[in-house]
């Protein structure tokens, strides 16, 4: 039976981290099969659908959110004919799919990024991409004094092809992942065509990243001052530099146009971290049609706060003619049973960094805490999105070795901030190959256990 055109209004949305989700030839990197193999194992969560993280040729210097190809399967997880048949397999089994889009940034390994290194100032290459000019005698200075989100500068100096010093390219993110310039209309078309080539292969909606940056105010980039990269703090009218200006919309509108033309329409989610009321406009009827709502994976466990986070998304949604959606867990944020067990006002990056030894974790707390929570969760109107692991639930990984630690944010930090991957760990599906932290928690034990986590999700 089809499914409604509005389905996604009202859907239970399961995030694969296809990197630790299954790995199905024994190689340590979970794949495009592995994800096949497991499809019956989605059908008994009764999911509406499944969201998969980036799962594009990277070289991973920001767990694939820095993209070599946005029109190609990594060969390390699979072909596109893997992904061909693992759309039909999901299909076949009433699961819709969502892909991540990455349009904020490339990585440095993108053929035009390459391009553009190869290129001189001013030419058409550099345009697709923020190159500047330094400030100072030599232009040894970066254009401005912008932070990334993952080292001090927002700017990194390149070379030019003599081997001398050349001008600054810009990244909100790390180096590896330069930001493009949406101002080029040629970045406009491309992703267009990018959208397009995954929604023919019959992917059924798009989960946008950062989808509040793409649209920067390229002529303010010498007078600017230092701006609060976490996007919080950014003025409410639309007219910051660099986040949630009203051009991006445009931008949106567009893609709801190509959207439109399939039959049921394309859906997509943002992920803009701005305020409630801006970031409701995203999820208008004729832009993408969804945000996410991130207040609940802030919020300590309570009624109270629960009440005020829920009644106002509710009431936000139903005033841009959306639904809402509700998250307690995702690949970036500490698991919730962790948190649950934790003291209130424990400062999880803290935690994080003493390996989980500064607070003892409560599990039996956190677990029912857990299930309360996601019972509630589940029975509110709007979108559930889930994250691979929390229907067994799975606690957070604090411990990681350094050796095993890939999350830009610990490198670039000289490690004093932890990162996430210690909720991004390969899941437990049998007792022997689980993590020391999953043990007793494998997909294998609760199957037949009937008050199991897994099957209350189920």
């Known amino acids: 039976m089809a499914k409604d055109a509005l389905w996604w209004r009202q859907a239970a949305i399961y995030q694969i981290y ?37 799962f594009y040729p990277s070289a991973l210097a920001d767990g694939g959110y820095d993209v070599d190809d ?41 053929k035009w990024f390459k391009e553009a290194l190869a290129s001189e100032p001013g030419s058409k290459a550099r345009d697709r ?19 990334s989100h993952f080292v001090p500068s927002a700017w990194t100096r390149t070379n030019n092809p003599d081997g001398t010093p050349g001008q600054w390219y810009l990244h909100l993110f790390a180096p ?8 080029n209309r040629e970045v406009e078309e491309d992703f267009l065509k990018t959208l397009r080539f995954w929604a023919d292969r019959g992917v059924d909606g798009f989960r946008i990243d950062v989808a509040h940056a793409l649209k920067k105010d390229l002529k303010r980039i010498y ?17 910051d530099v660099l986040f949630d200006r009203n051009e991006v919309h445009e931008v949106y509108k567009t893609w709801r146009k190509l959207f439109n033309e399939y039959n049921p329409p394309k859906f997509a989610v943002a992920e803009a971290y701005v305020k409630a009321k801006r970031r409701m406009l995203y999820a208008r009827p004729d832009e993408l049609g969804q945000a996410f709502n991130f207040d609940l994976l802030g919020a300590y466990y309570g009624a109270k706060d629960f009440k005020r986070i829920i009644t106002e998304n509710l009431k936000l949604a139903k005033s841009e ?19 649950f067990g934790l003291p209130k006002k424990v400062d999880l990056r803290t935690w994080l960094l003493a390996d989980g030894k500064s607070h003892k974790v409560d599990m039996e707390l956190g677990l029912q805490r857990a299930r309360a929570a996601t019972l509630m969760l589940l029975a509110l109107p709007g979108c559930t ?70 099957n209350f999700y189920r």
Not at 33 to 38: A, D, L, T, W, Y
Not at 129 to 144: A, T
């Open 176 to 183: 590896e992942q330069p930001d493009w310039n949406w101002d």
């Open 70 to 110: 946005y029109r190609d399967v990594d060969p390390k997880i699979g072909t596109l004919k893997d992904f061909d048949r693992m759309v039909k397999a999901l299909h076949k089994a009433d699961i819709s799919l969502i892909i991540d889009i990455v349009p904020n940034h490339s990585s440095n390994q993108h």
């Open 321 to 339: 003619g959306s639904s809402s959606t509700w998250v307690f867990n995702n690949h970036d944020r500490v698991r919730h049973t962790t948190r």
């Open 385 to 454: 999105y889930l994250y691979q692991g929390e229907e067994l639930a799975l606690p957070e990984v604090p411990d990681l070795p350094e050796s095993e630690l890939a999350d830009p944010i610990w490198k670039r930090t000289s490690g004093t901030e932890k990162g996430r991957d210690g909720c991004r760990v390969s899941i437990p599906w049998s007792e022997a190959t689980a993590h020391k932290h999953f043990k007793g928690l494998s997909a294998e034990i609760q199957e037949s256990a009937s008050d199991s986590m897994l």
């Open 18 to 54: 296809p990197r630790s989700f299954y790995d199905s030839n024994g190689d340590g990197i979970g794949d495009l099969n592995g994800i096949i193999e497991k499809v019956p194992y989605l059908k008994s969560l009764n999911l509406d659908a499944v969201w998969l993280s980036p």
């Open 129 to 147: 991409y923020i190159f500047r000019d330094g400030r100072g005698k030599n232009g040894e200075l970066p254009p401005n004094d912008w932070p």
């Open 223 to 239: 007078t600017a001052k230092k701006n609060n990269v976490d996007g919080f703090k950014i003025p409410q009218n639309g007219t």
